[in-house]
């Protein structure tokens, strides 16, 4: 595949099996180049010889396996069916230089270099095709986001090293910029009801992780936390009973004995870093979302959103955003916000985690029947997650925290078009509860009937 095929089997290859081969060779590179990317490690492409050809821009009815010549190309402002491969293919030697040197250690890639390779792709960005037909919506997608995610990989890590030098705010506003138009393509694409890069790409991931490593190092920071005592040994639980679940949530204030914890406090000047982590923050959301989103339609993907929901809670909210609430009534201490920020990492998983299990048919799942029961008697002006006030336990969620005489009564959001109980209604969504209807994924859950979910995705060979 890798070799002309021109210059292979002269007399012996159609002029069919000439094009498919070509279509197949970039389709192939197209594949390895990205696996290349997530992995991190050297594409395989960068030390083989290869000199297939772009195929032609032609639909696919316009030539056939019996046909002695094909038609001419059409031109590239004219979108086929073969249209996304031949303007990847032109890009595909600019970027298997940038995977050979993002990916080597040995480089060191300096700041005038990265902005020469800025320039360069922004240049290829404005020079893609604006198609006008309606199945290029998705094509156009790919070509932008394979192109925009290489000035995430070069800018990170300058942009966390604007607090030293002003001159890599040009770095951290890049990132935001490039961070915004992924998460905004992702949406784009979701709302028209095509659903293929989200469930395939893990471009929120990345959007996500990288916003985070970035505000953090741009944040002022606390003095180093060390814990008076260590904490006592964790309670067992199984996940098979609600009440005694949540009754055996720690209450301490203390983490590990001899770590040291730093909070990551917004910084207060200068005016463009502390804008910048702003933005940054509201960007870590809206990937979140887009995640949840994608963990919910395909029933995997719960140890990915872990990590974001960590990277989401281990930052300061942005003054513009309301603090989440909390069962405790000040934070006086930094013991305190530390608990408030580790709360609502996990109300944030488990939200996701309960909606998830009451998708279960399985009649034997006491748990995900249970929770079934609770969902569909709950009303929309419930918190998120459900809490005990036997225990004194309350989850992170918006509006003021109360209480439940029975676990019976934790709040959910209602799921509509399942089962589970009324609607929410128009602007009760927020930033903390991506989903507070299920019909919101257009896709239908009926039929989930997995017993064990963490099982699922975590259990096997994933």
């Known amino acids: 595949m890798h070799r002309d095929p021109s210059l292979l089997s002269t007399g012996k290859i159609s002029p069919f099996e000439k094009e498919m081969k070509k279509r197949l060779w ?28 772009s195929p032609a821009n032609l639909p696919d009815d316009t030539f056939s396996a019996d046909i002695q010549e094909l038609p001419a190309s059409r031109p ?10 031949r303007v990847s293919r032109s890009s595909i030697p600019f970027r298997l230089h940038l995977l050979q040197l993002l990916n080597d250690p040995s480089e ?33 997608a790919l070509l932008e986001l394979q192109l925009r995610q290489f000035l995430l990989l ?20 890049t990132c935001i910029n490039t ?11 979701v709302s028209k009801g095509i659903f293929v890069l989200n469930n395939m790409r893990n471009d929120a991931i990345r959007v996500g992780l990288v916003m985070s490593q970035i505000v953090y190092h741009n944040c002022t920071r606390s003095e180093p936390i060390t814990p008076s005592a260590p904490p006592p040994p964790p309670k067992t639980s199984h ?9 055996d949530l720690p209450s301490v204030k203390t983490w590990a004995p001899g770590v040291e914890v730093s909070l990551a406090m917004m910084p207060q000047r200068p005016f463009l870093a502390r804008t910048l982590c702003t933005s940054a923050v509201d960007l870590l959301e809206l990937a979140g979302q887009l995640f949840e989103h994608k963990v919910m ?37 930094a013991s305190d916000d530390i608990q ?22 399985d009649p034997d799942n006491s748990f995900a029947s249970s929770l079934r029961t609770t969902m569909a008697s709950v009303s929309p002006s419930d918190v998120r997650t459900p809490k005990s006030a036997a225990t004194g336990v309350a989850a992170v969620g918006p509006g003021p925290v109360q209480t439940s005489p029975s676990v019976n009564n934790a709040a959910f959001s209602a799921m509509p078009g399942m089962g589970m109980g009324v609607g929410v209604e128009p602007g009760m969504k927020d930033m903390n509860g991506t989903f507070d209807n299920l019909q919101d994924m257009q896709v239908d859950l009926g039929e989930w009937n997995f017993p064990d979910f963490w099982a699922f995705d975590l259990g096997g060979e994933f």
């Open 297 to 333: 339609r395909m029933g995997t993907g719960y140890m990915e959103f872990w990590l974001l929901c960590a990277a989401i809670g281990m930052l300061p909210a942005p003054s513009s955003s309301k603090p989440p609430t909390t069962s405790i009534a000040h934070i006086t201490t």
């Open 76 to 85: 590239a402002d004219h979108f086929t069916s073969a249209s996304y491969l």
């Open 154 to 173: 070069l800018h990170q890590s300058f942009a966390r090293l604007a607090p030293r030098n002003d001159r890599y705010l040009t770095s951290f506003t």
């Open 108 to 140: 060191r890639l300096s700041y005038s270099e990265v902005l020469r390779y800025d320039a360069q792709i922004h240049e290829m960005i404005s020079a893609l095709p604006k198609w006008e037909d309606g199945r290029a919506v998705m094509p156009s």
């Open 340 to 361: 408030v920020r580790c709360r609502k990492t996990l109300d944030r998983f488990q939200s996701l985690s309960f909606r998830v299990l009451a998708l279960q048919k």
């Open 179 to 189: 961070a915004g138009s992924i998460v905004a393509t992702h949406e784009e694409l």
């Open 26 to 53: 970039v389709t192939i590179m197209e594949l390895e180049m990205q696996s290349s990317l997530e992995t991190g490690l050297q594409s395989s492409m960068t030390a083989l010889y290869w000199d297939t050809p």
């Open 239 to 247: 996940f098979t009973d609600l009440q005694t679940h949540f009754a």
